[in-house]
Structure formats: structure tokens, C-alpha cells
């Protein structure tokens, strides 16, 4: 099931395929992604979801195809990455630098004067931690640091990889607010998780990957309509089950 997506989608991923060595990790990707639209990418385990998006970080180069974002293709050129936040599911910072230190490493990499810092500190609760050397946070904090830094330039584009692991309720819930709030004035969300429960409040459409193809796009309600199954995660189920069938 395909979803004819609008003309001005911030990421066309057109006919992309990608292999390593003799293993096809995506074939023949035909996607689009819109402002205010959130969009959940699930498969299991060696589906392509972490291929796809590395391909549109430009951290992959397809076998075939092509992807533009905001207009600039990925092949041909980089200054695109400023307009995308980043999340990815396990962060790495300089061990010696404290939280305040990588936040103005950062900025200085992207030379943008201003920034949603002090707002997304206050979000996430980090005042006061941001002083410890990174390599001393807990897990969670590490995540609430990574979220600030995805999110403190605003960007129109937001590639998130399992958002809420290791946050406690209230980060989650503060994370899942902003996230909606950034949908309505027209952002790009990109989720993939294990946690459907947590795809299931913020997505609007699902893409399902299995073996490199997409199986499914469209809706999330249009994805419980065909299945007959009230949950997101039940229906995902039931995908898996008729593709093994």
C-alpha cells in the first residue's frame, strides 16, 4: 500500500537500492516525507531501517537511486545536514568534555548564534548536570543531552532512532510534547523504536520494512483497518505473521 505523498516533501528517497557484498538491505525504496507529518519506519531486526536512514544522513551511499533532501540531493552535496536533528539511538560524546562543553562544540560546528538551549534545558531537566563530565552522566541524562543537542537549532527535519530509551516518564513525556509541538508549526519527524506503544502516540503514518522492501505505507488507522487489530503493535504482528506465511 502506497501513499501518494505532496509535492513538497522535504525527503524524496526515489528507487533506492543498497547491498553489501551479495546481501540486498534495501531494494527499490520509493518514499517521500512531508513538514507536519510523523512518520514511524518498523521492520524487525535486518529490515533496512538503519540502512535507510544512514543513506538519508548521507552516511551510506545507495547502489542505485536517488535522494534529495530540502531539494539537495545527498549524493552531491552536505549543506543539507544543517537542517536535520539527529537523534540516533546510542550517543557518543568526547568522555573528557562536560554536557555545557559538547553543547558549545556543537554550536560552534553549526556557527548559529541562536539556539533553543536554555528552553530544551529547562525541558529536559538538565540544569545542574551539565557541569558533570559526560562520561559520568547516567544513561537517561546522556539521552536528555542527546535530545537537546538534535533539537536547540531547530531544525525542519528530525531523524530520531529509539528516542525514549532510557528516559524516565516525565523526560519521555517532555520529549513526546515537544515532538508534537514541532509537528503542528510544520516539522519533519522520523521515528523508529521497538516500543510501539510510544510509535503509536506520536506517529501519523507507518512504514513497514521486511527484507529491504517496503511492505507497507500509509496511515496508522488504515494499517488497523486492514489488519482488524486495535494496537499498533498487534498489527505490526500480524504483518510479520503473513509475510512469514
Same mark, same amino acid.
Given at each position: 500500500?502506497?501513499?501518494?505523498?505532496?509535492?513538497?516533501?522535504?525527503?524524496?528517497?526515489?528507487?533506492?537500492?543498497?547491498?553489501?557484498?551479495?546481501?540486498?538491505?534495501?531494494?527499490?525504496?520509493?518514499?517521500?516525507?512531508?513538514?507536519?507529518?510523523?512518520?514511524?519506519?518498523?521492520?524487525?531486526?535486518?529490515?533496512?531501517?538503519?540502512?535507510?536512514?544512514?543513506?538519508?544522513?548521507?552516511?551510506?551511499?545507495?547502489?542505485?537511486?536517488?535522494?534529495?533532501?530540502?531539494?539537495?540531493?545527498?549524493?552531491?552535496?552536505?549543506?543539507?545536514?544543517?537542517?536535520?536533528?539527529?537523534?540516533?539511538?546510542?550517543?557518543?560524546?568526547?568522555?573528557?568534555?562536560?554536557?555545557?562543553?559538547?553543547?558549545?562544540?556543537?554550536?560552534?560546528?553549526?556557527?548559529?548564534?541562536?539556539?533553543?538551549?536554555?528552553?530544551?534545558?529547562?525541558?529536559?531537566?538538565? =540544569? /545542574?548536570? !551539565?557541569?558533570?563530565?559526560?562520561?559520568?552522566?547516567?544513561?537517561? %541524562?546522556?539521552? *536528555?543531552?542527546? @535530545?537537546? #543537542?538534535?533539537?536547540?537549532?531547530?531544525?525542519?527535519?528530525?531523524?530520531?532512532?529509539?528516542?525514549?530509551?532510557?528516559?524516565?516518564?516525565?523526560?519521555?513525556?517532555?520529549?513526546?510534547?515537544?515532538?508534537?509541538?514541532?509537528?503542528?508549526?510544520?516539522?519533519?519527524?522520523?521515528?523508529?523504536?521497538?516500543?510501539?506503544?510510544?510509535?503509536?502516540?506520536?506517529?501519523?503514518?507507518?512504514?513497514?520494512?521486511?527484507?529491504?522492501?517496503?511492505?507497507? =505505507? /500509509?496511515? !496508522?488507522?488504515?494499517?488497523?483497518?486492514?489488519?482488524?487489530?486495535? %494496537?499498533?503493535? *498487534?498489527?505490526? @504482528?500480524? #504483518?510479520?505473521?503473513?509475510?512469514?506465511?
Amino acid at each position: 500500500m502506497r501513499v501518494v505523498q505532496p509535492a513538497n516533501a522535504s525527503i524524496s528517497v526515489r528507487n533506492v537500492s543498497k547491498s553489501f557484498g551479495s546481501l540486498d538491505v534495501l531494494m527499490d525504496v520509493d518514499l517521500e516525507f512531508s513538514p507536519s507529518q510523523t512518520t514511524a519506519i518498523i521492520g524487525p531486526n535486518g529490515a533496512g531501517k538503519t540502512t535507510l536512514i544512514k543513506a538519508i544522513l548521507g552516511l551510506v551511499r545507495p547502489g542505485k537511486g536517488s535522494i534529495h533532501v530540502l531539494g539537495e540531493s545527498v549524493l552531491e552535496g552536505h549543506s543539507y545536514r544543517r537542517h536535520i536533528g539527529y537523534m540516533p539511538q546510542n550517543p557518543t560524546f568526547p568522555d573528557g568534555l562536560s554536557g555545557r562543553e559538547v553543547i558549545r562544540l556543537i554550536q560552534t560546528f553549526r556557527d548559529v548564534e541562536n539556539t533553543r538551549e536554555l528552553d530544551l534545558i529547562r525541558l529536559f531537566q538538565l =540544569d /545542574g548536570m !551539565l557541569d558533570k563530565q559526560v562520561r559520568t552522566l547516567s544513561g537517561g %541524562t546522556r539521552q *536528555r543531552l542527546s @535530545a537537546l #543537542l538534535a533539537f536547540m537549532f531547530d531544525p525542519p527535519i528530525l531523524i530520531l532512532d529509539e528516542p525514549t530509551a532510557g528516559l524516565d516518564p516525565l523526560a519521555s513525556a517532555s520529549l513526546k510534547d515537544y515532538l508534537h509541538r514541532r509537528t503542528e508549526t510544520g516539522a519533519t519527524v522520523i521515528l523508529t523504536s521497538h516500543v510501539m506503544a510510544d510509535l503509536e502516540e506520536l506517529c501519523d503514518r507507518v512504514i513497514f520494512l521486511m527484507d529491504g522492501r517496503v511492505r507497507f =505505507d /500509509g496511515p !496508522l488507522e488504515l494499517l488497523r483497518d486492514q489488519t482488524g487489530e486495535p %494496537t499498533l503493535e *498487534r498489527a505490526i @504482528a500480524q #504483518l510479520l505473521r503473513r509475510d512469514v506465511a
